[in-house]
């Protein structure tokens, strides 16, 4: 069974750093893009950063762009989320994608979807 799992969320202040990780399992995503997305209540999933299968691109969301860093671990399986100076407006659930193509801020290319991981950031 193919899984995509999140973890690293959780309550920081406003300023503050998290390090968000995707695990992948039950086949190697590593010639695949991976991304991240997020959505914040009453609100639609919007994306945050993208990587292509060799990290040689790098897309991000104008509004984390300096903040947040993408890069994987083909080895591992995993992509990560390094966010920086966290804003209040940074608070939702994260959620990692894979794609067979580079999937960049497409929501409708990415195949395989993780069940996200909560970040709230505190003013």
């Known amino acids: 069974q193919v899984q995509l799992v999140e973890s690293g969320g959780g309550l920081v202040q406003a300023g503050g750093s998290l390090r968000l990780s995707c695990a992948a399992s039950?086949?190697?995503?590593?010639?695949?893009?991976r991304g991240w997305f997020r959505q914040a209540p009453g609100k639609e999933r919007e994306f945050v950063a993208a990587?292509?299968?060799?990290?040689?691109?790098?897309d991000y969301a104008d509004s984390v762009k300096g903040r947040f860093t993408i890069s994987r671990d083909n080895a591992k399986n995993t992509v990560y989320l390094q966010m920086n100076t966290l804003k209040p407006e940074d608070t939702a659930v994260y959620y990692c994608?894979?794609?067979?193509?580079?999937?960049?801020?497409?929501?409708?290319?990415?195949?395989?979807w993780g069940q996200g991981t909560q970040v709230t950031v505190s003013s």
């Open positions: 994608a894979a794609s067979q193509y580079y999937g960049g801020s497409v929501y409708s290319r990415y195949t395989y």
């Open positions: 039950g086949r190697s995503f590593s010639t695949y893009a």
């Open positions: 990587i292509s299968w060799d990290g040689r691109r790098t």
